[in-house]
Nanobody, 125 residues
Framework: QVYLHESGGDSVQAGGSLRLSCTIT???????MAWFRQGVGNLGKEREG??????????TYADSVKGRFTISTDSAKSTLYLQMNSLKPEDTATYYC?????????????????WGQGTQVTVSS
């Protein structure tokens, strides 16, 4: 069984930084790990892919966060991180970490089978 638990969400001013963490228990089969987000206006709709990392360390980012966010893991791949810099009000959302054995499209939320409960990030202008 795989469990994911996010932490690090907070309220910050625009231009600020946050680092989200996702503790992963049960590392078997987590070849793809990613961060997704869902804003208040998107409740009930698809989750937006933010960043993903595969088992070889290759990373993928949504255009909206390139150059501002960095995804990484610790050496044991038991913790997934999302460093978020130059935050904007439009980054306000609940952020979820997710894991999957295999995916075709790394930022497609429907392909991820394991999810955390989410952590809230609020960016004020």
């Amino acid at each position: 069984q795989v469990y994911l638990h996010e932490s690090g969400g907070d309220s910050v001013q625009a231009g600020g930084s946050l680092r989200l963490s996702c503790t992963i228990t049960g590392t078997y089969g987590n070849d793809y790990m990613a961060w997704f987000r869902q804003g208040v206006g998107n409740l009930g709709k698809e989750r937006e892919g933010v960043a993903a990392i595969d088992n070889d360390g290759r990373t993928t980012y949504a255009d909206s966060v390139k150059g501002r966010f960095t995804i990484s893991t610790d050496s044991a791949k038991s913790t997934l991180y999302l460093q978020m810099n130059s935050l904007k009000p439009e980054d306000t959302a609940t952020y979820y970490c997710a894991a999957a054995n295999n995916v075709d499209v790394v930022l497609n939320w429907e392909e991820y089978t394991r999810w955390g409960q989410g952590t809230q990030v609020t960016v004020s202008s």
